[in-house]
């Protein structure tokens, strides 16, 4: 039992040991984990106080990064926006007025908007202020810092006029307080047309005129085409109308009527190019209105919210009158030319118009952007271009050609150009020596015939035969105009035919018979050639003064296209002035007869570039068909050549009995180059007489006839006698001589008489061989020994040789000298039954002339007048041929 109890107790000690063991470990334990926890909790209390100032740091090292991210963004934005701003408001819209300069836009180019001075952004830098107004708005301007309203309005009506071609931007003025004295330094713009000012009580006015100015524009510019001037202008790439701003400086309390007028503009103006900037009178809002108020601490521009703006000080006196100036010579000169390729047809569409209805080509630019054309057909007909020398008539008559030449054909268009001036505008139509291209529609030019009004004559005749020629083609085929003529014979050659002739005034000048032939198919042409496709262009620095167009207004009444250039005048209705205003390379196109309700303004192209003219000609030559033919060039100022005269290439031996020999003389004024021809048959008085003391064109009229007479016969078939009694004609006569051959005598003054010897015996002897006598200086055989008996053997010559076939051509130095050889006064002419006059009077003329008194002559170098009493009613003016090489 006990040592039970002993085992257990020992049991129980050795339990409790453990326990009491294990209590003392877990109580380590337990100190070592409150040890740790209190460590644990020192080092979390320590750690949190050390939380806020971490966190704090953080904080502000985040703050800061944000800061600068936030700046930098900023920088950006504002550095952007700058350079939105230099590219919205470029040039004289937005560059500081240290290094500013006009700087025009291209037409159809929006307006930029322009830089009234700099917004200030909080944190970044100053941007630049934009204020759209032109194409865009109206301006407010209001506060109470004078100074700054003052420049900004100044800045503002610089910059748009800097950013403008001159005339595009133009000021109407209301100044009531200072009297203009609101605008001064924009005053030289009022010379040329660009400022107007309204006095006191005048804005009512003003505001009328701009109201009825936008409706105008609505109504006959937009059309209902555009909504406004600048979409016009983007798709046309013209601006049609300049710019027009009303500046309105104060004044009393607009009326009713003028605030109904200042709401209709701020509602419709910008469209149409009109545009407000009032100082001091309250406008109701809109929103094409900007608001600026300039006050003591900054200025708000409405559009930029709360930004403050810091105004642009105001422009440089100097500088704004010196512009102003300088804008106000620029546009009184005249804007420049319009292109000449903006009147052509692009280059596959040549030659594609008919003319059958009418010829209609652009001219030049219009103010609604639109071409202004002009038409020759039925109606209207014929056109008269006036202007004073130096106002363009040549450029718009080129531009005209151009626009003519590369639409229509040569089939559809023939072209007759004449240019009475001293010059040679038209003769780059023409072949040349170095050019050897032409105009294929060119059938005639005429230069240089200032003192050969004859050409022109010539010219018309041309035209009458033509219309004579197509009214009875008309009849034959039973129509009445040109195009049911080309409907009902399209195999024919109907073409519509322009003849243009430059300073016609001078056809017309003086009261001879040229001029009363020359009005009376000038008036029939004008009258009749309508309706058979025959249209006349007459162009003239002024018809005021030309009489054979008095009395005569059914001529004048046909050409109801008027084109007044330039000061025109007489060329518009008496009452249409509209000519007068006009800046340079404009005209004013009307064809109501020059009445003002047909006014068109057009800018002319430049047209007179001659190597844009030598490209453009190359380019329809190479067009051409093959069988067309050169133009007839006519210059009054060259002398002609026997070897390149169609005549004389068409000569040739003819066979006996065939027909009379032919001498050509010299070159008729007229539109084929004809060649005048003296026929020597068998007949009494086939003698011909040259007259006058110019030895050269004497003999190169001899030596013409004799080089042609020649022609016609073969080696031996005629006789040619050359008798030389003039010294100074001695070297002409021995070239002919030597250019006639063998079949050639010559004749001095010792061996003449011999001639005159044989010559007469031969009269009693039956005609065998033609024999020409050649005589230079006829009359001084009366001073040679044995003269008088010489004379009485040229008499018989003359008398009975023609019906021998024995001609004499000579030349006697006087109309006296020559009727003293043929026996005095009182002695008969007809066996002269020709005669070229050179330096002799028409009166002393009159002894061989049909009508009393003589012909109408004057002589003029290296001109004659020739007449053939067998043909001629009338004397023919010619052209002797020049000395042959």
């Known amino acids: 039992m006990a040592d039970l109890r002993a085992e257990l107790a020992a049991r129980i000690r050795a339990t409790l040991s453990q326990a009491q063991g294990a209590a003392r470990d877990r109580l380590r334990s337990a100190r070592a984990a409150q040890e740790a926890a209190t460590a644990r909790l020192e080092r979390t209390r320590r750690a949190a106080a050390e939380v806020p100032d971490r966190v704090g740091a953080e904080r502000d090292r985040r703050l800061a990064v944000i800061d600068t991210r936030h700046a930098d963004r900023l920088d950006r934005l504002t550095a952007a926006a700058r350079g939105a701003a230099a590219l919205a408001a470029p040039g004289a819209a937005g560059t500081g007025w240290d290094d500013w300069a006009p700087a025009p836009l291209p037409r159809g180019q929006r307006a930029d908007p322009v830089r009234v001075g700099e917004a200030q952004v909080p944190g970044g830098q100053p941007v630049p202020a934009l204020l759209p107004l032109l194409d865009s708005g109206h301006l407010h301007v209001s506060g109470a810092d004078a100074p700054g309203c003052d420049a900004a309005v100044s800045g503002v009506l610089l910059r748009c006029l800097g950013q403008a071609e001159p005339g595009l931007v133009r000021l109407a003025g209301y100044d009531p307080e200072q009297l203009g004295g609101g605008l001064a330094g924009f005053a030289p713009l009022a010379g040329a047309g660009l400022l107007t000012f309204a006095g006191p009580g005048g804005l009512g006015a003003l505001l009328d005129e701009l109201v009825d100015h936008i409706r105008r524009i609505n109504e006959t510019v937009l059309a209902g085409e555009h909504s406004s001037l600048h979409e016009l202008a983007a798709a046309t790439g013209r601006r049609p109308e300049p710019w027009r701003v009303a500046v309105l ?263 001879d018979a040229v001029v009363r032939e020359a009005a009376d198919l000038l008036e029939d042409l004008a009258r009749r050639g309508r309706s058979q496709g025959i249209h006349l262009v007459l162009a003239s620095q002024d018809v005021r003064g030309i009489e054979a167009l008095w009395g005569r207004p059914a001529l004048v009444a046909q050409f109801t296209l008027r084109i007044a250039l330039p000061k025109a005048l007489r060329i518009l209705a008496e009452r249409n002035d509209a000519a007068q205003s006009l800046p340079r390379h404009h005209a004013v196109v009307n064809d109501e007869s020059g009445m003002a309700e047909g006014n068109r303004i057009a800018r002319i192209p430049n047209a007179g570039d001659r190597q844009s003219w030598n490209d453009l000609q190359q380019r329809l030559w190479r067009m051409r068909t093959p069988d067309a033919a050169p133009p007839r060039l006519f210059d009054g100022d060259a002398v002609p050549l026997l070897t390149a005269a169609p005549d004389l290439r068409e000569l040739g031996p003819a066979e006996p009995g065939t027909g009379a020999p032919v001498a050509l003389l010299g070159e008729v004024i007229d539109v084929r180059a004809r060649s005048a021809r003296l026929r020597l048959p068998r007949a009494p008085g086939r003698n011909l007489a040259v007259l006058g003391t110019r030895v050269d064109e004497a003999c190169a009229v001899l030596d013409a006839a004799g080089r ?176 042959q090489s």
């Not at 009214?471 to 105009?481: I, P």
């Not at 024999?771 to 044995?786: E, N, S």
């Open 249 to 511: 400086l104060g004044g009393e309390e607009p009326s009713r009527h003028e605030r109904g007028q200042l709401d209709r503009i701020l509602r419709t103006g910008a469209a149409c190019g009109v545009h407000l900037v009032v100082r001091d009178i309250d406008l109701p809002q809109r929103p094409t209105l900007r608001r600026l108020t300039a006050d003591g601490d900054g200025a708000r521009l409405s559009g930029l919210g709360t930004l403050p703006v810091r105004l642009d000080p105001s422009p440089p006196a100097p500088l704004v009158s010196r512009t102003c100036r300088e804008v106000a010579a620029r546009f009184s000169a005249g804007p420049p030319p319009a292109l000449l390729a903006d009147l052509l047809p692009a280059a596959e569409q040549f030659w594609r118009e008919s003319a059958t209805e009418s010829l209609t080509v652009p001219i030049g630019d219009g103010a609604d952007g639109h071409a202004v054309s002009l038409t020759l057909g039925d109606y209207p007909p014929h056109a008269l271009i006036g202007g004073p020398s130096g106002t363009g008539k040549t450029n718009l008559i080129f531009a005209w050609i151009a626009a003519l030449t590369t639409r229509y054909s040569p089939a559809e268009l023939e072209l007759y150009l004449l240019d009475f001036k001293e010059g040679v505008s038209f003769a780059r139509f023409a072949q040349g020596r170095r050019d050897p291209s032409w105009l294929p529609h060119l059938r005639l030019v005429g230069i240089n015939v200032n003192t050969d009004r004859e050409f022109g004559l010539a010219l018309l005749r041309f035209l009458a035969d033509e219309l004579r020629r197509r009214a009875d083609a008309a009849r034959k085929h039973e129509v009445t105009t040109l195009a049911e003529l080309r409907d009902v014979d399209p195999d024919g050659h109907w073409p519509r035919i322009v003849a243009v002739v430059d300073e016609f005034q001078m056809l017309l000048a003086g009261r």
């Open 708 to 883: 042609s007479l020649a022609r016609q016969h073969r080696p031996g078939a005629a006789r040619f006698s050359v008798a030389c009694l003039d010294p100074d004609a001695d070297t002409a006569a021995r070239s002919l001589f030597a250019a006639l051959g063998d079949d050639a005598a010559w004749y001095d003054e010792q061996s003449v008489g011999e001639l005159l010897d044989e010559t007469a015996g031969e009269l009693t002897e039956a005609a065998a061989t033609p024999h020409y006598l050649l005589v230079y200086a006829v009359d001084a055989l009366r001073r040679l020994p044995g003269g008088e008996a010489g004379l009485q053997q040229l008499r018989r010559i003359l008398h009975d040789g023609p019906e021998r076939r024995i001609h004499l051509l000579g030349w006697w130095r006087g109309v006296a000298r020559l009727r003293a050889d043929l026996g005095g006064p009182a002695s008969r002419t007809d066996q002269i039954g020709a005669w070229v006059a050179l330096d002799v009077q028409g009166a002393e003329l009159a002894p061989l002339y049909p009508g009393p008194g003589g012909p109408h002559w004057y002589p003029r170098p290296w001109r004659a007048l020739y007449f053939d009493r067998a043909v001629h009613r009338t004397g023919q003016v010619i052209i002797p041929y020049g000395p």
